[in-house]
């Protein structure tokens, strides 16, 4: 059904199409070349009297394709007995048992006999008067006027007699023709619309100005009668004027663009301004992570760790799979208590520099003196000496040690830990250890608290910090003793009351009685080493 090659989109006015024959045949209930009935001739259909032998015993009309069984004077269709022995396996005249290969031709008599029998056409009732051998036929059929055939352009499915054909293809809506202007293939019931809309080779007018153009040119076109802005004061204006108006306002141009330049370059200065200090941010920072580096001592990793998050709440147990790498073993200088010296850079740089050291964190300031605890033993109270070393314990606890610990206790003086972090962007702390007690009632013990610290993070940090502490002395084999809690509502009200930590400040938060003097000394006899662990946790109602 399609339209050969040569004749696709040739235009009505340049010939019309003559290939009626190659459209597709529409089937009909007669048309039995386009649609096989399993049945004869109608009898009807045959000039004079057929032979009642040449007559189908299934359908009783004149065989077609005729076959017989045997010796048998009766015929039958091929499509009819095809069908019977679909359902049957004996022969519909005799009853005996048979398949297809059991029937046969008619013979040469017969077949010439039933070749020259005259019938109509097929296509009498739509208006062929042609009377036919049965032998021609189907031939005639093929090329018989008044068959219908459908029109083989896409879309259209119109049905018309093979002699009306040709006049269908001249005024089909759905053939291809060409367009005069751009040469595209479009469907002739379409090309009102693609001339008057679409077809890019039209010759359209600009609808302000008037010119004459393709359409194509229409978009790019730039039209004297548009509007426009200027590009340097952004004054609205026709673009035929816009030459002028630059000429006339020349001077108004050049005092705008020198305004805009003097604009440009304070903001500028200001930004150079910025960088320099951001730069020197860097460089600070740059040195403080240098130092920690020099400084870092190796960890054994813990099983777990805790860790406090921004928001001043536990973030859970470290697993097995990333255990604290390192500690810390000093302290970079804080900014003030109110955030004001810490701007975004520096806090980006703060938290870069925090995670270029494996968390969990802990700081701390210069370890612990031996000479220096034996020598303030011998000539008595030493005041606040800040000595020992954070280190992690195998159970996430963060352990304080302190060594030459027999010197210490005896003389009963008051021992500061290093600052340390709870985590890398959390919050700064330090024990104070008492082994003279907190007042003459605490003789025999040694009280220990927990003090806030100015801390890296303090800007970014929300407070009162909500989370219960525990301290508790850790022996040499690693085993928790003494455990003493701080729960998060008694520090809380703490915490409030104290502020946020400033400048020297000495506020803390602990027991009085922690251990006797007698246990330190019992835990320190081994190595001479007091190991005092800090766990965190969160609160119960958490």
């Known amino acids: 059904g399609s339209l050969p090659t040569s004749n696709r989109g040739t235009h009505p006015d340049r010939g019309a199409l003559s290939f009626a024959h190659n459209f597709p045949l529409v089937p009909t209930d007669n048309n039995m070349a386009a649609k096989d009935l399993p049945c004869g001739y109608p009898l009807d259909r045959f000039r004079g009297t057929v032979p009642e032998e040449l007559v189908c015993t299934i359908c009783h009309q004149v065989s077609r394709a005729p076959l017989k069984h045997a010796d048998e004077s009766a015929v039958m269709c091929n499509d009819c007995i095809c069908a019977w022995l679909a359902s049957h396996s004996t022969c519909p005249n005799c009853n005996a048992h048979i398949t297809k290969h059991d029937l046969s031709q008619m013979t040469r008599l017969e077949q010439n006999l039933h070749a020259k029998l005259e019938l109509k056409c097929e296509f009498s009732t739509l208006g062929c008067s042609e009377y036919l051998r049965i032998e021609t036929m189907d031939a005639h059929m093929t090329v018989c006027p008044k068959a219908p055939v459908r029109c083989p352009w896409p879309g259209c499915g119109e049905t018309t007699c093979r002699d009306m054909a040709n006049a269908h293809l001249q005024s089909c809506g759905f053939r291809l023709i060409h367009c005069d202007q751009c040469a595209a293939e479009i469907q002739a019931r379409s090309m009102d619309s693609h001339c008057g809309t679409t077809c890019p080779a039209v010759q359209v007018n600009c609808a302000l100005c008037g010119a004459t153009m393709r359409r194509a040119a229409l978009s790019t076109h730039e039209c004297p009668a548009d509007q426009v802005s200027c590009p340097l004061c952004s004054q609205q204006l026709i673009r035929r004027d816009l030459a002028d108006h630059m000429t006339r306002s020349a001077p108004q141009h050049i005092q705008l663009q020198q305004k805009q330049l003097d604009a440009q370059r304070a903001l500028i200065e200001q930004l150079q301004g910025t960088v320099e200090h951001q730069l020197g941010l860097m460089s600070q920072l740059t040195s403080q992570l240098a130092l920690m580096r020099s400084l870092t001592l190796p960890c054994p990793a813990p099983a777990q760790a805790a860790a406090v998050s921004l928001s001043g709440t536990q973030t859970g147990a470290a697993s097995a799979a990333s ?77 304080w040690e302190l060594s030459c610990a027999s010197a210490a206790i005896a003389s009963r003086a008051a021992v500061v830990s290093p600052d340390f972090y709870t985590s890398p962007t959390g919050y700064c702390f330090k024990i104070n250890l008492w082994f003279a007690g907190n007042s003459d009632a605490d003789r025999g013990f040694a009280s220990i608290f927990l003090a806030p610290r100015r801390g890296f993070n303090d800007a970014t940090l929300r407070w009162p910090w909500e989370v219960d502490y525990t301290f508790c002395l850790v022996d040499s084999a690693g085993a928790r003793h003494h455990m003493r809690t701080i729960t998060c509502p008694s520090a809380r009200e703490f915490f409030v009351r104290v502020g946020r930590p400033r400048e020297n400040q000495e506020k803390a938060w602990g027991w009085s009685q922690f251990v006797t003097l007698d246990t330190l000394r019992a835990f320190a006899k081994r190595d001479d080493t007091l190991r005092v662990a800090l766990l965190f946790s969160l609160p119960q109602h958490h």
């Open 323 to 399: 255990p604290p790498q390192s500690i810390v073993v000093s302290t970079p200088a804080m900014p003030p208590a109110d955030g004001s010296g810490l701007t975004a850079t520096a806090t980006s740089m703060a938290s870069a520099v925090s995670q270029l050291i494996i968390t969990p964190l802990v700081g701390a300031a210069a370890g612990g003196n031996c000479a220096a605890s034996a020598a303030a033993a011998a000539g008595g109270s030493i005041g606040r000496l800040v000595a020992g070393s954070w280190q992690w314990g195998c159970d996430g606890s963060a352990i």
